[in-house]
């Protein structure tokens, strides 16, 4: 029997602890977008990033009943940002360095920064950002990558972030500063990415 459009999260992870598929199925219908883009931009490799949504959600619903309530979804994240993380090393493992080099080339997911109102420059020019800073980020240490992508795209505070990496709010807050200077440092490095990025928050005020 399916469940009311309506339910919790709360609920339906209540029902599912007490053998509810269908309960955790919604679960698994109303997060997976979110959880297979987190990895894909942690990871960089669509098949990797399923291999690694595939396994967030066995994981879940194994430790389902360790769920205390609260926030599902951030419960959630932090078990796809951990998966992720091992995603890389088993494919480290069974791939050696190809890996690594495959996953900076499929550049992650672009950065969303797309203003459907703009006109048709603004447009490409948005594009040319997104996956130029997709791109970047690709190439950030995975810890950097995993705290700047849960911190600034994700909307996670420091605390937060630190919780769902097992790290202190010190250690997040230096990975996020380093990660976001070798961004800064990639867009100085292409003047004509700057310049696009100028004129977008020239359009925004």
Not at 82 to 107: I, P, V
Request: with cysteine; glycine share 8%.
């Amino acid at each position: 029997m399916g469940t009311e459009p309506g339910t919790t999260d709360e609920e339906l992870a209540l029902l599912s602890r007490n053998g509810d598929l269908a309960a955790f199925n919604s679960l698994v219908d109303r997060y997976q977008d979110a959880v297979y883009g987190l990895c894909l931009r942690l990871v960089g490799r669509r098949e990797a990033a399923e291999d690694a949504t595939q396994e967030t959600f066995l994981s879940a619903y194994r430790a389902i009943s360790r769920f205390g309530g609260g926030n599902f979804r951030g419960w959630l994240l932090r078990i796809a940002a951990n998966q992720s993380k091992d995603e890389l090393r088993r494919r480290r493992r069974k791939d050696g360095a190809a890996s690594l080099d495959e996953a900076a080339e499929a550049a992650g997911a672009p950065i969303e920064v797309i203003d459907p109102a703009a006109d048709t420059v603004a447009v490409v020019e948005q594009a040319e950002l997104s996956a130029a800073l997709g791109q970047a980020l690709a190439e950030l240490p995975f810890e950097q990558r995993q705290a700047i992508v849960l911190a600034d795209l994700y909307d996670y505070h420091y605390d937060e972030v630190a919780e769902m990496t097992h790290a202190s709010v010190g250690t997040v807050k230096s990975r996020i500063h380093r990660g976001r200077e070798r961004l800064r440092g990639y867009l100085l490095s292409h003047p004509e990415l700057l310049a696009g990025y100028r004129r977008l928050e020239g359009r925004e005020e």
